[in-house]
Protein backbone atom coordinates (compact mmCIF):
# COMPACT_ATOMS: atom_id res chain seq x y z
CA UNK A 1 0.00 0.00 0.00
CA UNK A 2 1.41 3.00 -0.88
CA UNK A 3 2.18 5.99 1.71
CA UNK A 4 -0.08 8.35 -0.13
CA UNK A 5 -3.11 5.78 0.30
CA UNK A 6 -2.54 4.79 3.63
CA UNK A 7 -2.62 8.86 4.88
CA UNK A 8 -5.97 9.16 3.32
CA UNK A 9 -7.55 5.88 4.82
CA UNK A 10 -6.10 7.77 8.35
CA UNK A 11 -7.67 10.59 7.53
CA UNK A 12 -10.77 9.39 6.46
CA UNK A 13 -10.83 7.22 9.50
CA UNK A 14 -10.19 10.11 11.99
CA UNK A 15 -12.75 12.37 10.38
CA UNK A 16 -15.39 9.76 10.48
CA UNK A 17 -14.22 8.81 14.40
CA UNK A 18 -14.87 13.03 15.01
CA UNK A 19 -18.06 12.38 12.98
CA UNK A 20 -19.76 9.78 15.09
CA UNK A 21 -17.99 11.49 18.45
CA UNK A 22 -19.46 14.51 17.97
CA UNK A 23 -22.90 13.16 16.82
CA UNK A 24 -22.81 10.70 19.77
CA UNK A 25 -22.36 14.07 22.23
CA UNK A 26 -25.09 15.64 20.39
CA UNK A 27 -27.31 13.32 21.01
CA UNK A 28 -26.01 12.97 24.76
CA UNK A 29 -26.57 16.67 25.49
CA UNK A 30 -30.21 16.28 23.94
CA UNK A 31 -31.09 13.66 26.23
CA UNK A 32 -29.54 15.51 29.49
CA UNK A 33 -31.79 18.50 28.23
CA UNK A 34 -34.40 16.26 27.88
CA UNK A 35 -34.63 14.44 31.35
CA UNK A 36 -33.62 17.98 33.21
CA UNK A 37 -35.51 20.64 31.42
CA UNK A 38 -38.32 20.61 33.69
CA UNK A 39 -35.90 21.36 36.58
CA UNK A 40 -34.77 24.43 35.13
CA UNK A 41 -36.26 28.20 35.79
CA UNK A 42 -36.20 31.57 34.23
CA UNK A 43 -35.75 33.71 37.01
CA UNK A 44 -37.50 37.17 36.35
CA UNK A 45 -37.80 40.30 38.43
CA UNK A 46 -40.73 42.38 37.94
CA UNK A 47 -41.41 45.75 38.52
CA UNK A 48 -44.74 45.96 40.08
CA UNK A 49 -46.09 49.68 39.09
CA UNK A 50 -45.06 48.46 34.91
CA UNK A 51 -45.82 44.91 35.63
CA UNK A 52 -43.04 44.43 33.28
CA UNK A 53 -39.90 42.61 33.43
CA UNK A 54 -36.74 44.63 35.26
CA UNK A 55 -33.98 41.69 35.28
CA UNK A 56 -33.69 38.04 33.79
CA UNK A 57 -31.58 35.17 35.39
CA UNK A 58 -31.39 31.59 35.56
CA UNK A 59 -32.45 29.15 38.49
CA UNK A 60 -32.91 25.25 38.74
CA UNK A 61 -35.13 23.57 41.38
CA UNK A 62 -33.24 21.37 43.96
CA UNK A 63 -35.69 19.63 45.93
CA UNK A 64 -39.01 18.21 45.79
CA UNK A 65 -40.99 20.86 47.16
CA UNK A 66 -40.04 23.72 45.18
CA UNK A 67 -36.96 24.82 46.57
CA UNK A 68 -34.90 26.69 43.48
CA UNK A 69 -31.51 27.93 43.79
CA UNK A 70 -29.83 31.10 41.44
CA UNK A 71 -27.25 33.54 41.80
CA UNK A 72 -27.20 36.58 44.38
CA UNK A 73 -26.68 38.65 41.67
CA UNK A 74 -30.17 37.70 39.81
CA UNK A 75 -32.35 39.09 42.72
CA UNK A 76 -30.52 41.32 44.50
CA UNK A 77 -32.61 44.35 43.65
CA UNK A 78 -35.51 42.61 44.98
CA UNK A 79 -33.17 42.69 48.50
CA UNK A 80 -32.86 46.28 48.06
CA UNK A 81 -36.25 47.33 46.97
CA UNK A 82 -38.24 44.66 47.95
CA UNK A 83 -41.73 47.16 47.14
CA UNK A 84 -41.07 48.05 44.06
CA UNK A 85 -39.98 44.45 42.48
CA UNK A 86 -41.65 40.76 42.98
CA UNK A 87 -40.00 37.53 42.34
CA UNK A 88 -41.73 35.30 39.22
CA UNK A 89 -40.44 32.40 37.26
CA UNK A 90 -40.86 30.93 33.99
CA UNK A 91 -40.97 27.79 32.65
CA UNK A 92 -39.89 26.12 29.14
CA UNK A 93 -43.61 25.25 28.95
CA UNK A 94 -44.68 28.59 29.18
CA UNK A 95 -46.25 28.25 33.01
CA UNK A 96 -45.06 30.75 35.83
CA UNK A 97 -45.61 31.34 39.25
CA UNK A 98 -44.67 33.56 42.42
CA UNK A 99 -41.62 32.88 44.13
CA UNK A 100 -40.28 33.29 47.93
CA UNK A 101 -36.67 34.63 48.64
CA UNK A 102 -35.49 32.07 51.98
CA UNK A 103 -31.97 32.61 52.35
CA UNK A 104 -28.39 34.37 50.31
CA UNK A 105 -24.90 33.93 50.23
CA UNK A 106 -22.85 37.39 49.04
CA UNK A 107 -19.87 36.17 49.08
CA UNK A 108 -20.52 32.81 46.88
CA UNK A 109 -23.17 35.09 44.84
CA UNK A 110 -25.95 32.29 45.92
CA UNK A 111 -29.59 32.85 46.81
CA UNK A 112 -32.25 30.38 47.75
CA UNK A 113 -35.96 30.64 46.83
CA UNK A 114 -39.47 28.69 46.95
CA UNK A 115 -42.30 27.96 45.04
CA UNK A 116 -45.84 26.55 45.79
CA UNK A 117 -45.84 23.41 43.39
CA UNK A 118 -44.63 20.54 44.71
CA UNK A 119 -43.69 17.11 42.87
CA UNK A 120 -42.20 19.26 40.01
CA UNK A 121 -38.55 17.56 39.26
CA UNK A 122 -35.31 18.45 40.53
CA UNK A 123 -31.83 18.32 40.03
CA UNK A 124 -29.38 16.42 43.01
CA UNK A 125 -26.23 18.06 43.87
CA UNK A 126 -22.97 16.28 43.02
CA UNK A 127 -20.94 14.97 45.96
CA UNK A 128 -17.89 13.67 44.13
CA UNK A 129 -15.58 16.70 42.24
CA UNK A 130 -15.37 16.37 38.41
CA UNK A 131 -11.86 15.47 36.55
CA UNK A 132 -9.90 17.83 35.44
CA UNK A 133 -11.15 17.89 32.00
CA UNK A 134 -14.12 16.04 32.14
CA UNK A 135 -16.66 17.67 30.37
CA UNK A 136 -19.66 19.45 31.81
CA UNK A 137 -22.85 21.09 30.57
CA UNK A 138 -23.98 24.48 31.29
CA UNK A 139 -27.81 25.28 31.32
CA UNK A 140 -29.28 28.20 31.31
CA UNK A 141 -31.32 31.14 29.53
CA UNK A 142 -29.42 33.31 27.69
CA UNK A 143 -30.53 36.86 26.77
CA UNK A 144 -34.06 35.10 27.19
CA UNK A 145 -34.06 32.93 24.22
CA UNK A 146 -34.75 30.13 26.05
CA UNK A 147 -33.23 27.52 27.54
CA UNK A 148 -29.27 26.48 26.12
CA UNK A 149 -27.27 23.66 26.88
CA UNK A 150 -23.54 24.75 26.70
CA UNK A 151 -20.40 21.72 26.92
CA UNK A 152 -17.40 22.03 28.01
CA UNK A 153 -14.76 20.80 30.03
CA UNK A 154 -13.82 21.40 34.33
CA UNK A 155 -10.47 22.37 34.99
CA UNK A 156 -10.74 22.71 38.90
CA UNK A 157 -10.77 25.86 41.15
CA UNK A 158 -9.34 28.84 38.94
CA UNK A 159 -6.36 30.63 40.78
CA UNK A 160 -5.67 34.18 42.00
CA UNK A 161 -8.81 34.87 43.68
CA UNK A 162 -10.27 34.97 47.28
CA UNK A 163 -13.23 33.51 46.06
CA UNK A 164 -13.70 29.88 45.24
CA UNK A 165 -14.53 29.63 41.55
CA UNK A 166 -14.28 27.00 39.05
CA UNK A 167 -12.93 27.63 35.66
CA UNK A 168 -15.08 26.76 33.26
CA UNK A 169 -13.94 26.39 29.26
CA UNK A 170 -17.82 26.93 28.21
CA UNK A 171 -19.76 30.14 27.06
CA UNK A 172 -21.61 31.44 30.08
CA UNK A 173 -23.82 34.42 28.02
CA UNK A 174 -26.14 37.08 30.19
CA UNK A 175 -29.16 35.87 31.15
CA UNK A 176 -27.64 32.34 32.15
CA UNK A 177 -26.26 33.43 35.41
CA UNK A 178 -27.68 31.60 38.52
CA UNK A 179 -28.51 28.02 36.12
CA UNK A 180 -26.86 24.65 36.72
CA UNK A 181 -24.29 23.29 35.52
CA UNK A 182 -24.14 19.56 35.12
CA UNK A 183 -22.00 15.96 34.64
CA UNK A 184 -23.10 13.72 32.73
CA UNK A 185 -24.73 11.93 35.61
CA UNK A 186 -27.42 15.18 35.40
CA UNK A 187 -25.36 16.29 39.10
CA UNK A 188 -25.25 19.95 39.50
CA UNK A 189 -21.38 20.34 39.70
CA UNK A 190 -21.32 23.91 39.76
CA UNK A 191 -23.41 27.24 39.12
CA UNK A 192 -23.02 29.52 36.36
CA UNK A 193 -22.10 32.59 37.85
CA UNK A 194 -19.15 35.11 35.03
CA UNK A 195 -17.67 35.18 31.77
CA UNK A 196 -14.27 36.45 30.67
CA UNK A 197 -15.17 35.47 27.18
CA UNK A 198 -13.54 33.24 24.52
CA UNK A 199 -14.77 30.29 26.18
CA UNK A 200 -13.46 31.02 29.30
CA UNK A 201 -16.28 31.42 32.07
CA UNK A 202 -16.68 30.73 36.17
CA UNK A 203 -18.90 28.44 38.20
CA UNK A 204 -19.51 28.47 41.98
CA UNK A 205 -18.43 25.07 43.21
CA UNK A 206 -21.60 22.77 44.12
CA UNK A 207 -20.48 22.53 47.64
CA UNK A 208 -20.99 26.38 48.44
CA UNK A 209 -24.72 25.75 47.45
CA UNK A 210 -24.81 22.55 49.65
CA UNK A 211 -24.17 24.13 52.66
CA UNK A 212 -26.18 26.84 51.98
CA UNK A 213 -29.16 24.53 51.73
CA UNK A 214 -28.02 23.02 55.13
CA UNK A 215 -27.80 26.01 56.81
CA UNK A 216 -31.77 26.39 55.64
CA UNK A 217 -32.85 23.29 56.47
CA UNK A 218 -31.35 23.23 59.63
CA UNK A 219 -32.96 26.89 60.37
CA UNK A 220 -36.79 25.63 58.83
CA UNK A 221 -37.54 29.09 58.35
CA UNK A 222 -37.02 32.08 55.95
CA UNK A 223 -34.16 34.85 56.49
CA UNK A 224 -36.54 37.51 58.11
CA UNK A 225 -33.71 40.73 58.39
CA UNK A 226 -31.79 39.89 54.90
CA UNK A 227 -29.41 42.89 55.85
CA UNK A 228 -28.49 41.64 58.69
CA UNK A 229 -27.36 38.44 57.00
CA UNK A 230 -25.50 40.33 54.80
CA UNK A 231 -23.68 42.10 56.90
CA UNK A 232 -22.67 39.41 58.88
CA UNK A 233 -21.42 37.37 55.52
CA UNK A 234 -19.06 40.79 54.91
CA UNK A 235 -17.91 41.25 58.15
CA UNK A 236 -16.84 37.34 58.67
CA UNK A 237 -15.04 37.64 54.91
CA UNK A 238 -13.04 41.19 55.16
CA UNK A 239 -12.00 39.31 58.58
CA UNK A 240 -11.03 35.84 56.48
CA UNK A 241 -9.16 38.26 53.96
CA UNK A 242 -7.64 40.36 55.97
CA UNK A 243 -6.35 37.21 58.15
CA UNK A 244 -4.58 35.78 54.87
CA UNK A 245 -3.05 39.06 53.98
CA UNK A 246 -1.21 40.04 57.61
CA UNK A 247 0.01 36.27 58.00
CA UNK A 248 1.77 36.27 54.73
CA UNK A 249 5.40 36.33 53.61
CA UNK A 250 5.07 40.39 52.39
CA UNK A 251 8.11 40.37 50.06
CA UNK A 252 9.49 43.49 48.59
CA UNK A 253 10.22 44.59 44.89
CA UNK A 254 12.80 47.50 44.44
CA UNK A 255 10.85 50.44 42.75
CA UNK A 256 13.30 53.55 42.19
CA UNK A 257 14.87 54.05 45.03
CA UNK A 258 12.98 52.24 47.18
CA UNK A 259 11.44 48.66 48.58
CA UNK A 260 7.85 48.49 48.14
CA UNK A 261 5.32 45.92 48.54
CA UNK A 262 4.31 43.21 45.83
CA UNK A 263 2.35 40.04 45.63
CA UNK A 264 1.67 39.15 49.24
CA UNK A 265 -1.02 36.38 48.29
CA UNK A 266 -1.88 34.16 45.48
CA UNK A 267 -5.25 36.16 44.88
CA UNK A 268 -3.31 39.60 44.49
CA UNK A 269 -1.47 39.93 41.41
CA UNK A 270 0.59 42.96 40.35
CA UNK A 271 1.61 44.62 37.26
CA UNK A 272 4.15 47.27 36.06
CA UNK A 273 5.45 49.39 33.68
CA UNK A 274 7.60 52.80 32.99
CA UNK A 275 8.12 55.37 30.80
CA UNK A 276 11.49 57.61 30.46
CA UNK A 277 11.79 60.85 29.95
CA UNK A 278 12.27 62.49 26.52
CA UNK A 279 11.15 65.73 25.06
CA UNK A 280 7.37 65.19 25.90
CA UNK A 281 7.49 63.83 28.98
CA UNK A 282 10.17 65.65 31.22
CA UNK A 283 9.55 62.65 34.00
CA UNK A 284 10.82 59.16 33.93
CA UNK A 285 8.03 57.15 35.86
CA UNK A 286 7.95 54.20 37.06
CA UNK A 287 4.47 51.79 38.05
CA UNK A 288 3.78 49.08 39.90
CA UNK A 289 0.23 47.95 40.30
CA UNK A 290 -1.54 45.10 42.69
CA UNK A 291 -5.02 44.37 43.40
CA UNK A 292 -7.09 41.42 44.11
CA UNK A 293 -9.04 40.11 40.96
CA UNK A 294 -12.36 39.56 42.30
CA UNK A 295 -15.62 41.84 44.38
CA UNK A 296 -18.68 40.71 45.90
CA UNK A 297 -21.54 41.80 44.51
CA UNK A 298 -24.11 43.53 46.53
CA UNK A 299 -25.97 45.82 43.22
CA UNK A 300 -25.39 46.85 39.47
CA UNK A 301 -23.24 50.29 41.01
CA UNK A 302 -22.19 48.75 44.44
CA UNK A 303 -18.94 46.45 45.02
CA UNK A 304 -16.85 44.94 47.49
CA UNK A 305 -14.11 42.93 48.77
CA UNK A 306 -11.13 44.30 47.37
CA UNK A 307 -7.62 45.03 48.38
CA UNK A 308 -5.63 47.19 46.02
CA UNK A 309 -2.17 48.89 46.31
CA UNK A 310 0.15 50.61 43.89
CA UNK A 311 3.39 52.46 43.75
CA UNK A 312 5.09 54.89 41.46
CA UNK A 313 8.22 56.45 41.27
CA UNK A 314 9.04 59.60 39.79
CA UNK A 315 12.28 61.37 38.91
CA UNK A 316 13.82 63.79 36.61
CA UNK A 317 17.55 64.77 36.28
CA UNK A 318 17.41 67.93 34.40
CA UNK A 319 14.12 69.92 36.20
CA UNK A 320 14.14 72.61 38.79
CA UNK A 321 12.40 71.40 41.87
CA UNK A 322 9.27 74.04 41.04
CA UNK A 323 9.02 72.41 37.74
CA UNK A 324 9.39 69.03 39.70
CA UNK A 325 6.44 69.09 41.53
CA UNK A 326 4.17 70.90 39.28
CA UNK A 327 4.49 67.72 36.93
CA UNK A 328 4.23 65.42 40.15
CA UNK A 329 1.04 67.09 41.43
CA UNK A 330 -0.14 66.79 37.82
CA UNK A 331 0.45 63.14 37.24
CA UNK A 332 -0.97 62.42 40.39
CA UNK A 333 -4.37 63.84 40.92
CA UNK A 334 -6.47 61.82 39.40
CA UNK A 335 -6.65 58.90 42.17
CA UNK A 336 -9.95 56.57 43.01
CA UNK A 337 -11.55 54.46 45.08
CA UNK A 338 -11.16 51.03 42.84
CA UNK A 339 -14.48 49.93 43.96
CA UNK A 340 -18.11 51.49 42.77
CA UNK A 341 -20.57 52.83 45.48
CA UNK A 342 -23.22 54.99 45.15
CA UNK A 343 -24.38 57.78 47.27
CA UNK A 344 -27.12 55.71 48.26
CA UNK A 345 -24.61 52.68 49.47
CA UNK A 346 -22.13 54.99 51.26
CA UNK A 347 -21.07 58.54 53.01
CA UNK A 348 -18.97 60.69 51.74
CA UNK A 349 -15.18 60.51 52.32
CA UNK A 350 -13.78 61.93 55.09
CA UNK A 351 -9.99 62.92 55.06
CA UNK A 352 -7.02 63.78 57.15
CA UNK A 353 -3.92 64.83 55.69
CA UNK A 354 -0.61 65.37 57.55
CA UNK A 355 3.03 64.83 57.14
CA UNK A 356 4.20 62.24 58.08
CA UNK A 357 8.13 60.79 58.65
CA UNK A 358 9.51 57.48 58.11
CA UNK A 359 13.27 56.25 58.53
CA UNK A 360 15.71 55.41 56.43
CA UNK A 361 16.67 51.56 56.40
CA UNK A 362 20.61 51.22 55.18
CA UNK A 363 22.89 51.67 56.87
CA UNK A 364 24.87 54.02 54.79
CA UNK A 365 21.48 56.49 55.16
CA UNK A 366 20.97 56.04 59.16
CA UNK A 367 22.72 59.54 60.26
CA UNK A 368 20.64 60.99 57.38
CA UNK A 369 17.07 62.72 58.07
CA UNK A 370 13.98 60.70 57.49
CA UNK A 371 12.17 60.48 54.61
CA UNK A 372 8.85 63.55 54.95
CA UNK A 373 5.65 62.30 52.89
CA UNK A 374 2.55 64.38 52.60
CA UNK A 375 -0.14 61.35 53.51
CA UNK A 376 -3.70 61.61 53.44
CA UNK A 377 -6.21 58.67 54.66
CA UNK A 378 -9.90 58.87 54.22
CA UNK A 379 -13.28 56.73 55.13
CA UNK A 380 -16.54 56.61 53.85
CA UNK A 381 -19.33 54.58 55.53
CA UNK A 382 -21.78 51.83 54.22
CA UNK A 383 -25.00 53.09 55.14
CA UNK A 384 -26.71 49.66 55.54
CA UNK A 385 -23.74 47.66 57.12
CA UNK A 386 -22.35 49.22 60.07
CA UNK A 387 -18.56 49.13 61.00
CA UNK A 388 -17.72 48.71 57.68
CA UNK A 389 -16.13 51.15 55.35
CA UNK A 390 -14.08 51.87 52.26
CA UNK A 391 -10.46 53.35 53.38
CA UNK A 392 -8.51 55.38 51.01
CA UNK A 393 -4.73 55.91 51.83
CA UNK A 394 -2.47 58.14 49.42
CA UNK A 395 1.50 59.21 50.44
CA UNK A 396 3.53 61.42 48.17
CA UNK A 397 7.31 61.70 49.61
CA UNK A 398 7.96 66.20 49.02
CA UNK A 399 12.12 65.63 51.05
CA UNK A 400 13.75 65.57 47.07
CA UNK A 401 14.11 68.03 44.71
CA UNK A 402 13.49 66.04 42.01
CA UNK A 403 12.56 62.72 43.06
CA UNK A 404 9.19 61.16 44.36
CA UNK A 405 7.35 57.78 45.87
CA UNK A 406 3.51 57.55 45.50
CA UNK A 407 2.03 55.17 47.69
CA UNK A 408 -1.80 54.57 47.49
CA UNK A 409 -4.23 51.61 48.66
CA UNK A 410 -8.24 51.24 48.99
CA UNK A 411 -9.77 48.23 50.81
CA UNK A 412 -13.56 48.43 50.04
CA UNK A 413 -15.49 46.60 52.52
CA UNK A 414 -13.70 46.62 55.86
CA UNK A 415 -13.69 47.38 59.40
CA UNK A 416 -11.57 50.35 61.05
CA UNK A 417 -9.70 47.44 63.32
CA UNK A 418 -8.64 45.75 59.95
CA UNK A 419 -7.72 49.06 57.98
CA UNK A 420 -5.65 49.91 61.01
CA UNK A 421 -3.87 46.75 61.26
CA UNK A 422 -3.70 46.51 57.57
CA UNK A 423 -2.32 51.00 57.19
CA UNK A 424 0.45 49.91 59.82
CA UNK A 425 2.07 46.67 58.03
CA UNK A 426 1.62 48.50 54.69
CA UNK A 427 3.55 51.99 55.54
CA UNK A 428 6.45 49.97 57.69
CA UNK A 429 7.23 47.19 55.09
CA UNK A 430 8.17 50.58 52.34
CA UNK A 431 11.89 50.86 52.91
CA UNK A 432 14.49 53.43 51.13
CA UNK A 433 18.19 52.49 50.13
Same mark, same amino acid.
Given at each position: ???? +?????????????????????????????????????? +???????????????????????????????? +??? #??????????? %????????????????????????????????????????????????????????????????????????? #? !??? +???????????????????????????????? @??????????????????????????????????????????????????????????????????????????????????????????????????? !????? #?????????????????????????? %???????????????????? @??????????????????????????????????????????????????????????????????????????????????????
Amino acid at each position: MSRS +IFSKLVYTSVALVLLVSGRVHAEGYEELYRDHRDSLYQ +IRIIEKSSNSKSGLGSGFQIRADGLVATNYHV +IAE #FIRHPGKYRLE %YLMEDGSKGKLELLDVDVINDLALLRHDEAGRDFLALAEETPRRGEIIVAMGNPLDLGTTVVPGTYNGIASGS #F !YDR +IHFSGSVNPGMSGGPVINTRGEVVGINVATAG @NQISFLVPVDKLAKLKRDYEQRQAPVSDFKKVIYKQLKDNQQHIMDNVLSADWQRRQLGNAYVVGEVVPAIKCWGRSSEEDEDNPVRRIDKGCTGQDTV !YLADE #FNTGRVEYEFFWLDASDLSPTRFYSE %YERQMSSFFPGNRAGEDDVS @NFQCQQQFTEQPRTSKEQAEESPVIARTTYCVRRYRDYPDLYDIFYLSLTVDHDNQGLVSHFTLSGFTRESADAFTRKFTSEIQWH
